[in-house]
């Protein structure tokens, strides 16, 4: 018969999403339903007052939800994967962010990403740097 190890404590490698990396996780989560939140109810009863603003809220919520899942799952697919996100998020950020300030006319409403994060005190433009500098710390070395 098999025997089945169970493992208690914490992981013996220090994964992604422990220690500091789980308030990066808790972030990361509330982004998610918060955005996610704001773009299922703009989307379903105000679509065609800010349409671009509304889809990209409700991508930057599709974006938090992978990279929430990427830290928590943990694993080298998982840190590529999260890596892959966080810098599509900053280029977000940064694109939105100075689209809303050059061009204030295209977004009627804003969006999570509109002025640098702004309204969410500019929490968008330093989670995906915090978590860059965060996954970069965790990878794992070369063999």
């Keep these: 018969m098999a025997e089945v190890r169970v493992r208690t404590g914490p992981p013996a490698s220090g994964g992604i999403g ?65 890596v892959g996100c966080c810098v599509a998020e900053l280029a977000g950020v940064l694109v939105v962010g100075t689209w809303t300030v050059l061009d204030p006319a295209a977004f009627p409403d804003a969006t999570v990403w509109s002025d640098y994060g702004m309204g969410y005190l500019f929490i968008p433009l330093a989670l995906p740097v915090t978590g860059l500098l965060w996954l970069r710390r965790h990878r794992r070395p070369a063999a």
Aim: proline share 3%; no cysteine; net charge positive.
């Design 18 to 82: 422990t220690g500091p990396g789980r308030l990066l996780v808790t972030l990361y989560a509330v982004f998610t339903v918060g955005a996610a939140s704001r773009s299922i109810y703009q989307l379903s009863t105000r679509f065609d007052e800010a349409p671009l603003a509304y889809v990209l809220s409700a991508l930057a919520a599709l974006v938090y939800g992978f990279i929430t899942v990427a830290l928590v799952r943990g694993g080298e697919r998982a840190r590529a994967l999260a």
